[in-house]
């Protein structure tokens, strides 16, 4: 497996994503980085009264650090994303039955999603933790637009119940944000910031 290679030229880490995602895999190849992706186990239980954003931001680190334990020499990357809508936060649907329900509550409403993204340096213990916010203004819809999307593309394991990627794109009125790529779940931008403090070459 080929590391990551940095600017000094001579020190070389494994990139590893701290995730069981196919959508952050397919996002992080874009930077066209080797890596592995390796399944965290984390407890993922909120803390009693923890915001949407601390709840993100510590997921994430928990994560890395979950993949830390048996990777001393690593840059670890964890990411974690919850939907806000009218100020509750929505989970996975799981199911087509709360799919609907989550969609037509978002339905002609603005819903935020924050991603809390963590590059851990395994061996130095360095590590950037960031909570990149992007919402999307749902269009009006229909129980037959719902029913209709949703047979078409089962988006039972993504928060808000939609891929955005795919064609929930056709739900929104617009997108307000600076990284469209939070949306899905990984956001590079920041990303290459945190890579290159830690001397990795992106471009």
Same mark, same amino acid.
Do not use: W
């Given at each position: ?9 001579? %020190? ?12 952050? %895999? ?17 407890? #993922? ?55 609907? %329900? ?9 819903? #935020? ?39 078409? #593309? ?8 939609? %891929? ?33 403090? #830690? ?5």
């Amino acid at each position: 497996m080929k590391s990551a290679e940095h600017n000094n030229g001579h %020190k070389r880490q494994q990139l590893i994503l701290a995730s069981s995602s196919p959508y952050r %895999k397919e996002l992080l190849h874009r930077l066209g980085l080797p890596f592995n992706a390796i399944p965290p186990q984390a407890d #993922e239980t909120p803390l009693p009264g923890e915001s949407p954003e601390s709840l993100v931001a510590r997921l994430a680190g928990a994560k890395a650090h979950a993949i830390a334990q048996q990777h001393t020499d690593a840059l670890i990357i964890g990411s974690d994303q919850v939907a806000v809508l009218d100020g509750e936060t929505l989970g996975k649907p799981g199911n087509h039955d709360n799919a609907v %329900k989550q969609l037509a509550n978002a339905s002609g409403k603005r819903v #935020e999603f924050l991603t809390g993204l963590c590059l851990l340096n395994s061996a130095t213990r360095r590590m950037q933790v960031d909570v990149i916010p992007f919402a999307v203004v749902f269009r009006v819809l229909s129980a037959a637009q719902i029913e209709n999307y949703l047979r078409h #593309e089962q988006p039972y394991n993504c928060a808000g119940s939609f %891929k955005s990627e795919g064609l929930g794109i056709a739900l929104f009125d617009k997108l307000e944000g600076e990284d469209p790529t939070a949306l899905i779940g990984l956001p590079l931008i920041s990303l290459v910031r945190m890579l290159e403090h #830690e001397g990795v070459r992106v471009i």
